[in-house]
């Protein structure tokens, strides 16, 4: 079964740093990939997915991510943090012959003023 | 406007009792699933259906029980032999049904169950 590995459960950055959250996934066959981000005590917001063509993906709130076949890998980035980013963030992958999504374990952002 | 609407927000359990949290959907999905969300754990899979009547066992569906009589709804039972039953369960819903997994999953804003 496909599974989601992501590095590091807490980030810190500083605001208008870089964001880097790190996600590898496995998968038998060409994966589904997403971002999801939770705001405590709330559920999952879709940041951005990718399922086939470009692997460079734009999302919401100026994330983006890009996958990559030969490093099994999902990371997300953007350029510079905001406070509002601070928030819980998912990767899921999801595979063709079924329907069911498997997440991290999450990576918790911490945004310092 | 449509969406997932998960009830009770907050639910209080004698140890011994069954619970059944409530998972309410009006998109249309064929696709429904429940996980359960514990700190530092990320979200683990217990049931989901791809259609309804029908239903399968995600990774940790020991202690738990669903029904999809319809297709808006995916009831969760929490039986008393699940043991550590204090958690944060969310509700998900997605378009398609078998075959196809590019969809993404909407979320309901989740139940907290807590055992006292």
């Known amino acids: 079964a496909q599974s989601v590995t992501q590095l590091g459960s807490h980030v810190s950055v500083s605001e208008g740093a870089l964001v880097l959250l790190r996600c590898n996934y496995s998968?038998?066959?060409?994966?589904?990939l997403f971002w999801y981000v939770q705001y405590p005590n709330q559920g999952l917001q879709l940041l951005l997915k990718?399922?086939?063509?470009?692997?460079l993906v734009k999302g919401i709130n100026g994330f983006e991510a890009e996958f990559k076949k030969s490093e099994t890998s999902f990371h997300l980035t953007k350029p510079s943090a905001h406070m509002s980013d601070a928030a819980e963030y998912f990767c899921a992958v999801s595979e063709g012959n079924n329907n069911d999504m498997r997440f991290g374990a999450g990576t918790r952002l911490t945004v310092k003023p | 406007d449509g969406g997932i609407t998960q009830s009770p927000k907050y639910l209080f359990r004698k140890e011994g009792q069954n619970v059944t949290l409530s998972c309410e959907q009006n998109l249309n999905h064929d696709a429904m699933y429940w996980y359960r969300q514990d700190p530092g754990q990320g979200l683990r899979l217990i049931y989901y259906s791809q259609i309804v009547n029908d239903f399968q066992k995600g990774d940790i569906a020991e202690g738990y029980s669903v029904s999809r009589e319809k297709k808006e709804s995916f009831p969760l039972t929490v039986t008393s032999a699940q043991k550590n039953p204090t958690a944060f369960y969310l509700c998900?819903?997605?378009?398609?049904?078998?075959?196809?997994?590019?969809?993404?999953?909407?979320f309901g804003q989740g139940t907290r169950l807590t055992v006292v």
């Open positions: 998968s038998s066959v060409p994966p589904y």
């Open positions: 998900a819903s997605s378009l398609p049904g078998q075959g196809f997994s590019g969809a993404e999953a909407f």
């Open positions: 990718y399922t086939t063509g470009a692997t």
